[in-house]
């Protein structure tokens, strides 16, 4: 088992910043690849960004490029969403997912974390 505890959430007015952080235990944390989905009010989970096991490979939405910015410290067993020029549209419950396998979908994920709330205002 893997557990997940994100961290970082918050309320922000449009065009600032948020670094949500997802803290990992239970499971070797470099043997998993990594990612951020979000979820809004009545829509579905959507896929944000990936993260490979050591670091080297990342993808992003569409949506989101050029403006987040996914990372990993497998010393500290954490994965980042680094998040600029935030937009009211970006407004979600965003979750930390794990899994052996590369992670572009929500139905391939084994694990989850809670998720944490993202309010941005216009």
């Known amino acids: 088992q893997v557990q997940l505890l994100e961290s970082g959430g918050g309320l922000v007015q449009a065009g600032d910043s948020l670094r949500l952080s997802c803290a990992a235990s239970g499971r070797t944390f470099s043997n998993y690849n990594m990612a951020w989905f979000r979820q809004a009010p009545g829509k579905e989970r959507e896929f944000v960004a990936s993260i490979s096991r050591s670091g080297g490979w990342t993808y992003y939405a569409d949506s989101v490029k050029g403006r987040f910015t996914i990372s990993r410290d497998n010393g500290k067993n954490t994965v980042y969403l680094q998040m600029n020029s935030l937009k009211p549209e970006d407004t979600a419950v965003y979750y930390c997912?794990?899994?052996?396998?590369?992670?572009?979908?929500?139905?391939?994920?084994?694990?989850w974390g809670q998720g944490t709330q993202v309010t941005v205002s216009s």
């Open positions: 997912a794990a899994d052996s396998a590369v992670i572009t979908r929500a139905t391939t994920v084994s694990y």
